[in-house]
């Protein structure tokens, strides 16, 4: 089994075994995850030989075995946590960015109908600009009907529309 696979079956038994000490056993496990004993019994011991989880036997019924996450595998799954944090976080710094930007142009596009002004835009965001018409990086303007080179193409230009 891989480090994934590890990583996301201490992650399961986090879950499952991580419970009451009742629901620790491979049994709980099984009904938990719902999935055969044989599966579960793998599972277990990929954990166990990996050092992540340790079986005892129950002192009070010596047919009850009992599991429990190991310091590594406590550790483990505190690192997984981490990542899935920084996931998150990852998420939201380019959901700010994706409303920040939007927020900009929207600002801007409002300045500019209250000044009554004209965006200078990029020519080749115009609704104009007719991108390689004329060939590869060979525009062309439908407004002026004019070639247009593609260095001419990130220009301003007092025409622009936006497109
Ligand atoms: S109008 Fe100006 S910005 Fe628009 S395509 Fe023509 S040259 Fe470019």
């Not at 050092?51 to 129950?58: A, E, F, H, P, Y």
């Not at 946590?81 to 900009?104: C, G, K, P, S, T």
């Amino acid at each position: 089994m891989g480090g994934d696979g590890k990583r996301k079956n201490a992650r399961l038994f986090g879950k499952a075994g991580g419970g009451g000490i009742e629901s620790r056993t491979p049994g709980a496990l099984t009904a938990y995850l719902g999935v055969t004993k044989g599966t579960v019994s793998q599972t277990l011991m990929s954990l166990e030989r990996a050092g992540l989880v340790s079986k005892t036997i129950d002192a009070a019924d010596r047919r009850s075995v009992k599991l429990e996450l190991t310091d590594a595998g406590r550790d483990r799954l505190r690192r997984d946590e981490i990542a899935r944090v920084q996931a998150m976080v990852d998420a939201m710094l380019e959901l700010d960015r994706l409303r920040l930007d939007d927020a900009l142009r929207q600002l801007l596009k409002t300045r500019l109908e209250l000044e009554g002004g004209r965006a200078f835009g990029l020519c080749r965001t115009c609704r104009h600009f007719a991108a390689d018409a004329r060939g590869p990086a060979k525009h062309h303007c439908r407004l002026l009907d004019e070639p247009l080179a593609d260095a001419e193409a990130d220009e301003i230009c007092y025409e622009q529309e936006a497109a």
